[in-house]
């Protein structure tokens, strides 16, 4: 059974089960293993996103961009949910008391969230090591949420009593349980280093998955006057707006590749790429973000996110009307799963 907010019994179980199954981002990954070079990060769909017509040395290299560009994305949310931890979390909690359980709960769920931002940026370490590929030029073309105008704003909302903040992290913890799901049938071709720290992420993300929801319970039944009641109604659009508009710009740093040609060839090879991104439609573009690409598409479209809107269904809280999603089969090295 799912714990439920008012059940201090069942909170007390799983955070004994939390604590009990906690793994260590330094002993408990096999970090000694390295990155193999020549193994894909990510399947990839036929069409590479957005890249027809790839040859097997440029699909290699655009599923390992993928790939890290995926952990950084997790790792950045991740990380930066710290820094509003005080506004977005504890406040509600002092303004709402439940129990000391969900206390506990969340400085474990935040500590949790830090080990994982870690063990991802740990990743790009050893992927650099292992391939020759300069760590300075490569963050160069990884997402970064630090002191951008989505946190602000969240921030903001956080502020004027909104809870975009859960919102966000919900709809994090489904697309990286998701990620796995997928990544899970295509275990043979995938670097193992990458694999096992998806599936470790994935046994904390599965236990702790359910604290989000929570904390929008708590949100949803929290008192408030008639603007805050209608900021809350709109939270949720707004979380997958500035989400949708900072996932779009930090894309972007893929053209970065064309400028770091000569500090490596896996940045002359992602460059190759680029003629054909080009010469998509910008017309084309929104269908496939939201409804095609994999990984991306698993953020943009809420459909992908089904607990998450489940319960703003349940909550009469608004959200982009987006079609339903189309995904085509994925591939590692030319074989499907
Ligand atoms: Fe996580
Ligand atoms: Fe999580």
Redesign the pocket.
């Known amino acids: 059974m799912n714990p439920t907010l008012y059940n201090d019994l069942s909170l007390e179980r799983q955070l004994a089960l939390q604590k009990e199954r906690a793994w260590d981002w330094e002993k408990d990954i096999p970090w000694h293993l390295g990155a193999n070079p020549a193994q894909y990060l990510l399947p990839l769909d036929a069409d590479a996103i957005a890249f027809p017509d790839l040859n097997e040395k440029q699909r290699l290299v655009l599923s390992q961009f993928m790939g890290l560009g995926v952990n950084a994305t997790i790792g950045e949310m991740?990380g930066v949910i710290d820094n509003l931890k005080e506004v977005a979390w504890e406040r509600l909690l002092r303004r709402c008391p439940v129990n000391p359980e969900m206390w506990e709960l969340g400085e474990l769920?935040f500590a949790?969230?830090l080990k994982?931002a870690r063990t991802f940026a740990k990743y790009l370490e050893v992927f650099c090591q292992s391939t020759g590929v300069p760590q300075a030029s490569l963050q160069q073309l990884m997402p970064k949420a630090h002191g951008t105008r989505f946190l602000a704003s969240i921030r903001a909302n956080a502020h004027q009593g909104g809870f975009a903040f859960w919102w966000v992290?919900s709809a994090?913890?489904e697309v990286?349980i998701q990620i796995y799901q997928m990544m899970h049938k295509h275990e043979a071709g995938i670097d193992p280093l990458f694999f096992h720290i998806h599936r470790k992420h994935l046994e904390?993300?599965a236990r702790?998955?359910n604290y989000a929801f929570l904390m929008l319970e708590l949100a949803q039944s929290a008192p408030g006057n008639w603007k805050e009641r209608l900021v809350r109604k709109t939270d949720l659009l707004l979380a997958q707006t500035m989400t949708a508009a900072w996932l779009v710009a930090e894309l972007h740093r893929i053209f970065d590749a064309e400028r770091l040609r000569k500090d490596h060839p896996f940045f002359e090879t992602l460059a190759s790429c680029l003629p054909s991104l080009k010469k998509i439609p910008l017309w084309d573009l929104p269908r496939r973000l939201f409804m095609t690409a994999p990984y991306v598409s698993f953020v943009l479209n809420l459909h992908h996110q089904k607990l998450t809107a489940r319960f703003a269904h349940k909550h009469g809280v608004w959200r982009l009307p987006l079609p339903k999603p189309k995904l085509s089969s994925l591939y590692t090295h030319g074989i499907a799963a």
Request: no cysteine.
């Open positions: 991740e769920f949790e969230e994982h992290v994090v913890e990286s904390e993300e702790h998955k």
